[in-house]
């Protein structure tokens, strides 16, 4: 796997660019197929929050390749914790947010994309081994069931990558 760092990354209309106007601030990109990641430049003077971004990223890889009974068991665990408001991280948050009810009970892809990225955050926050951060925003009771949830995926030795 490759991981580069460019300056300014943006995500414009669906694509990661460098520089430029147009388009979202982003911190990074993964590239399944390409497996490649690219990172902020900026965040390399930020060791604590590279990691955070790169644990993220990660975690993308792993999702992919997660088996079912194990992506399924994730649903569950986000589908019961759905009706209190908070997350792990602006990107899995700004995606709840945005959620109908519609989305968990027919899977859509709103409702996938969620799922993703609220184990990429999950992930990133159980390995960094913080407790604070202004995305942190699950309530404590919450964040319990995440972090056995992780640990015993730990157990049982299941990180595809
Ligand atoms: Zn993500």
């Not at 081994?129 to 699950?138: D, I, K, M, N």
């Given at each position: 796997m490759r991981i580069h760092f460019e300056p300014q990354l943006r995500a414009a209309r669906g694509k990661l660019v460098s520089g430029g106007k147009p388009g979202l601030p982003v911190h990074a990109g993964s590239f399944i197929r390409e497996r490649k990641i690219i990172l902020d430049s900026e965040l390399l003077v930020h060791a604590p929050e590279l990691m955070r971004i790169l644990t993220h990223e990660l975690f993308h890889f792993v999702w992919r390749r997660l088996d079912n009974a194990t992506r399924q068991s994730w649903d569950a665990l986000a589908r019961g914790q759905l009706g209190w408001p908070g997350e792990l991280g602006w990107s899995a948050e700004w995606r709840k947010q945005s959620l109908k009810s519609a989305d968990s009970a027919s899977g859509t892809r709103r409702w996938r994309e969620y799922l993703c990225e609220s184990f990429c955050d999950s992930a990133a926050w159980y390995f960094s081994?913080?407790?604070?951060?202004?995305?942190?925003?699950?309530p404590t009771k919450l964040r319990r069931g995440r972090r056995q949830w992780f640990a015993r995926l730990l157990l049982e030795r299941k990180l595809p990558l």
């Open positions: 081994g913080r407790q604070r951060h202004p995305e942190y925003t699950l």
